[in-house]
């Protein structure tokens, strides 16, 4: 064979491959990225729940106490501004604001961080309500199967690509305010840097030292 016939043999096929790839000014052109196909998106979600209180009988029962316990322990995690305490109008209210005041702070949260307000005597009467604004985490429902993973002449990922992955970091995160902005860094240990500070001063090593027990031995592999 010819040089020139190799060249046009190698045009040809170049020429081919490129029109079986789908190209980016595609309007259908989907890239393999899993985050731009299918994002996570957090919305703000409001939650609230419900308690039954008698300031006569001793406040609230087992059940309504780990109700608030852990409806506080998520604000505390996910809420975001404030947490609302509102109770029945009444000869009790003050009574009933006073005391989740006080049961929240010592929960730790911050009392500037309480809204509290009365509401009119209704078919609730004796139920206490508290809530709060958090956010939510989702990405869009997979399950798109229109295309035929066996005929994919214009070699795009399959519009399901990724979608399993990123529901899942979705329902795992921990804050889904991490994904929107980063935190604020904690306080530093300055007993821990003037220990690593004092060792450098004086020329020792500086990483913690591990004892013997805490040493581990990788014995070799023989073929």
Known sequence: ???????????????LLAGSCASPQDPNFRVADPEVNHPIT???????????????????????AAKLDAFVAD??????GAISITVPAGSYANATISYFGERLASMGVPRSRMLVGTRAPGDRNSRVELGFVGYAA???SCGDWSENAAETHDNQPMPNFGCAVQNNVAAMV????????????GDMSTERRAVVLGHYQ??????ATHSDEQKTTITDVKP
């Open 1 to 15: 064979m010819l040089m020139k016939d190799v060249l046009r043999a190698g045009s040809l096929a170049a020429v």
């Open 42 to 64: 957090v919305d703000p979600m409001s939650r609230s729940v419900e308690l039954s209180f008698a300031p006569s009988n001793a406040g609230l029962m087992p059940d309504d």
């Open 75 to 80: 604000y505390m995690q996910h809420g975001n």
């Open 138 to 140: 989702h990405a869009d």
């Open 174 to 185: 921990a804050d889904p305010r991490d994904l929107l902005q980063p935190r604020p860094m």
């Open 202 to 207: 004086k020329g020792e090593v500086t990483g």
